[in-house]
C-alpha cells in the first residue's frame, strides 16, 4: 500500500510540472525591424480628381481625371509601375477633348510614422480625341507629388496632385501645340 502511495504522490508531481502554465511569455528580439514597404512590396492606386488646363486662354474648362496604377517596389523608398488615366475636359463650344494616356515610371516614397509621401515620375504615351479628330500617339510626360496616411498593413488614403505635359506635333508645324494640365486628386491604396 505505501509503494502504490509513493507511486501516485511521484505521479501527481510529474503530471504537475508537465501541465503547468508558464507565467511570463518567451521573449524573442531577432533584431529585425520591420519596415513599411520592402523590396517585393506592391500596391494598387486608384485616384479620383479635377483635370485643370493651365494654356487654354480659358477656352477650355476644368474637367475630371480617374487614375489607375500599379507599383512594385524595389526596396524599402523605390517603387516602379504604371498607370492608366481616362480624363475629359469641355470646351467654351461644349465640344469634349477625351485624353487616355498610358504611363511607366518610378516612385521615390519617403515616410514617416503612418504617412507616406510619394514623389513620381512618369512617361508614356496617349490617346486623345477632339471635334472628331483622333491623334494617336501622344507623348505623355506626368510628374506627381502626394501625401497618404496609412491606416493599416493593407490600406492608405489621401491627396495628390500632378502636372501633365502632352505635345502634339504635326508636319504643318502651325498645328503643333503643347498641351499643359494640373490634375487635384483624392485617392487610396490598396497595398500586399
Known amino acids: 500500500m505505501k509503494r502504490i502511495l509513493l507511486i501516485l504522490l511521484t505521479l501527481s508531481i510529474f503530471t504537475t510540472s508537465i501541465f503547468a502554465q508558464e507565467e511570463q511569455g518567451d521573449i524573442y528580439d531577432d533584431g529585425y525591424v520591420y519596415e513599411q514597404n520592402g523590396r517585393g512590396d506592391q500596391f494598387l492606386k486608384i485616384n479620383l480628381g479635377t483635370l485643370i488646363p493651365l ?96 491606416m493599416n498593413e493593407s490600406w492608405s488614403f489621401g491627396l495628390s496632385s500632378s502636372f501633365m505635359w502632352i505635345p502634339q506635333r504635326f508636319k504643318d508645324k502651325s498645328r503643333n501645340d503643347d498641351a499643359l494640365f494640373l490634375n487635384a486628386c483624392i485617392g487610396a491604396r490598396y497595398h500586399f
Open 55 to 150: 494654356n487654354f486662354d480659358n477656352h477650355l474648362y476644368a474637367g475630371g481625371a480617374a487614375d489607375l496604377g500599379f507599383y512594385y517596389f524595389l526596396n524599402k523608398w523605390l517603387a516602379v509601375g504604371g498607370e492608366f488615366t481616362a480624363t475629359y475636359n469641355i470646351s467654351i463650344g461644349h465640344k469634349i477633348l477625351i485624353m487616355l494616356p498610358i504611363t511607366f515610371g518610378v516612385i521615390a516614397q519617403p515616410y514617416t510614422g503612418n504617412f507616406e509621401f510619394p514623389i513620381s515620375l512618369n512617361v508614356g504615351v496617349g490617346y486623345q480625341t477632339w471635334q472628331s479628330i483622333d491623334y494617336f500617339p501622344s507623348f505623355v510626360l506626368k510628374a506627381s507629388a502626394g501625401a497618404y496616411y496609412r
